[in-house]
Nanobody, 127 residues
Framework: VQLQASGGGLVQPGGSLRISCALSGWTLDDFVVGWFRQAPGKDREGVSC????????AYLDSVKGRFTISRDNAKNTMYLHMHSLELEDTAVYYC?????????????????????WGQGTEVTVSS
């Protein structure tokens, strides 16, 4: 299983950006998927996840209402739509995939839940 993140870049505060992550070597439908980020000098933190089967999602409190996670199993691709970006959103964003729990109806934004990781895409919010 390989994950390839893309779409990062420089965006002004208040702007929007969509980052993507393509999975190869397996079927995205078999996994719970999530996004994590690591800002300079800080630990990696969970941002969002989406369940395998019923569209259940979870978000870091600071991104609720601004970020939306989605998945397109037909394209083997997951997305993170980011709006109203803030300086504090600057980070390298990593996509991850892990085995489903409880029939695939839940997800958890915990690094221990994921065993496949992408290489990261850098998002810089700056004026």
């Amino acid at each position: 299983v390989q994950l390839q993140a893309s779409g990062g870049g420089l965006v002004q505060p208040g702007g929007s950006l969509r980052i993507s992550c393509a999975l190869s070597g397996w079927t995205l439908d078999d996994f719970v998927v999530g996004w994590f980020r690591q800002a300079p000098g800080k630990d990696r933190e969970g941002v969002s996840c989406i369940s395998r089967s019923n569209g259940y999602t979870a978000y870091l409190d600071s991104v609720k209402g601004r970020f939306t996670i989605s998945r397109d199993n037909a394209k083997n691709t997951m997305y993170l739509h980011m709006h109203s970006l803030e300086l504090e959103d600057t980070a390298v964003y990593y996509c991850a995939a892990g085995p489903p729990r409880r029939g695939g109806s839940l997800c958890f934004i915990l690094q221990s839940e994921y065993n496949h990781w992408g290489q990261g895409t850098e998002v810089t919010v700056s004026s």
